[in-house]
């Protein structure tokens, strides 16, 4: 007779993600994941594996759950300068509230494993790239719309402005300054008039 999870094992997950995001791979210990989503190392082995195959998971989960939640207007048939804004703001309004106190789990996992792992590094370029190519369409349809200059080099300013929103995250864990993160995102915003 197999023996049923006592556990919920997407809300479990989720308790892992926002661990790994908060502290990342390398101090986030298997007593941490414990303790934290009470679920037993036994359980937590048995559902996900090592730790390393959890740590992948969570990264996954939070490509679907916080990346989609955050970019996914872009997505939008016909979206342009306004959902470009929107992101934007939202960014802004993460960092005023504290929800990037963290930075992104993906730009910290790039930092954490940068040529040591091909799995998360495809995940992280992947992720980038859809960025990458979700603000070249919407500019293209903004250009289209006459919501920008018609001039726009819009590979360039797509490759600016995911590389922005990146490093934003990243200096958002380090503690920038609020206005300072509000004055790159008006500088990346004035590039489209």
């Not at 809300?11 to 989503?37: C, I, N, P, Y």
């Not at 016909?78 to 990037?100: C, P, S, T, W």
């Amino acid at each position: 007779m197999t023996r049923t999870r006592e556990f919920d094992v997407n809300e479990t997950l989720d308790k892992a993600m926002h661990l790994f995001w908060e502290k990342g791979f390398v101090e986030t210990s298997v007593r941490d994941l414990v303790k934290h989503t009470g679920v037993a190392h036994a359980g937590l082995y048995s559902a996900f594996g090592d730790k390393e195959s959890l740590f992948k998971a969570a990264v996954k989960k939070y490509c679907l759950k916080i990346a989609d939640e955050m970019f996914g207007v872009l997505d939008r048939n016909n979206a342009g300068r306004a959902e470009i804004e929107y992101v934007f703001e939202l960014i802004l309004q993460m960092n005023k509230d504290g929800r990037l106190r963290h930075g992104c789990m993906l730009v910290n996992t790039a930092i954490e494993f940068s040529e040591t792992d091909d799995e998360l590094k495809r995940i992280v370029l992947g992720n980038f790239n859809k960025l990458k190519k979700a603000l070249s369409r919407a500019l293209t349809h903004a250009v289209a719309a006459g919501e920008v200059r018609n001039d726009l080099p819009v590979k360039r300013i797509a490759i600016a402005m995911a590389t922005t929103i990146h490093g934003l995250a990243a200096l958002s864990r380090a503690g920038m300054s609020f206005s300072t993160i509000e004055e790159a995102i008006l500088a990346a915003l004035e590039q489209l008039d």
